[in-house]
């Protein structure tokens, strides 16, 4: 249970920090054409200063939140890499960064798919506006698309040997049964509980936010229906998967719940639930 605890709230804090990352990088980048914004959890508002806007704007803008997504997802696993042996939480944290991570920046490939030259749709963001002012092909977003899938296909068959990884003891991952469960307990049940609770820490509580949710909920169904795809297809795996006592790392601290990441992740639900109503990045 405490494995599934600590789990859990890793994948929480890096859900809501990344899923707020998206807008906020993009609050940065337009600081750097001295635009101000006002950051929200569901998106951004720009305030041009007297500044227009201008093809190369609106791509290095609007491409900045999957691209800094992309790169945190590449970081955690580099991190990751490095630090597994040391037998610490962050890297538990460190590996839901990079899955969460993964699924958001192929999520906003198929967000460019709905949204793409639809400039009343709610997918209309992000990327798909960058790829709108690029003139970008339909055909070539479905090919792009296509790829996305084969690379979410890779991600999944690979994605079960790390969080085995973690059992502090063979015996709970030395045959298909036991490694199912285990997968179930690290990783299915912390992505399905972690998912519905964060959604609802940080969701608004407003009747009258209609418009806010419709587009909170497009946008994160998305997410959570790629990150699903990707653990289903790594519990799939499982089948063709053999761990040696080798690549346990033993994470004895996986049995007891961490004080430190629970405090953090409410720390971080509070956070991002003010940030609702918008957080003001000046270029002053």
Request: charged share 10%.
């Amino acid at each position: 249970m405490s494995r599934t605890i600590n789990s859990t709230v890793c994948f929480s804090l890096a859900y809501v920090l990344l899923t707020f990352m998206l807008w906020f990088a993009s609050g940065l980048a337009g600081r750097l054409y001295k635009f101000d914004s006002l950051v929200y959890y569901y998106g951004i508002k720009f305030i041009l200063n007297g500044h227009g806007w201008s093809k190369m704007k609106v791509i290095a803008i609007y491409s900045a939140g999957a691209v800094s997504i992309f790169f945190l997802a590449t970081l955690a696993l580099f991190l990751y890499s490095g630090l597994k042996r040391v037998k610490t939480l962050f890297n538990v944290f460190f590996l839901w960064i990079f899955v969460i991570g993964i699924g958001i920046f192929l999520s906003q490939i198929i967000i460019v798919s709905l949204g793409i030259y639809h400039y009343n749709s709610p997918y209309y963001q992000g990327l798909a506006v960058a790829f709108s002012w690029l003139k970008f092909p339909a055909f070539l977003v479905y090919l792009l698309l296509f790829f996305a899938f084969l690379f979410l296909v890779y991600i999944g068959v690979n994605v079960a040997r790390p969080f085995l990884a973690f059992s502090y003891s063979f015996s709970k991952v030395n045959n298909l049964s036991r490694r199912r469960k285990y997968f179930f307990e690290i990783a299915i049940a912390p992505f399905l509980v972690g998912a519905l609770v964060s959604c609802i820490a940080v969701f608004p509580k407003d009747s009258a936010a209609k418009s806010v949710l419709l587009l909170l909920g497009s946008t994160h169904l998305i997410y959570i229906a790629v990150i699903a795809l990707i653990l289903g297809i790594g519990w799939l795996s499982l089948s063709y998967i053999e761990l040696n006592k080798q690549e346990l790392v033993r994470y004895n601290s996986l049995q007891m719940p961490n004080v430190f990441f629970i405090v953090l992740t409410l720390v971080a639900w509070t956070l991002i639930y003010v940030s609702l109503h918008g957080i003001y990045l000046s270029v002053t």
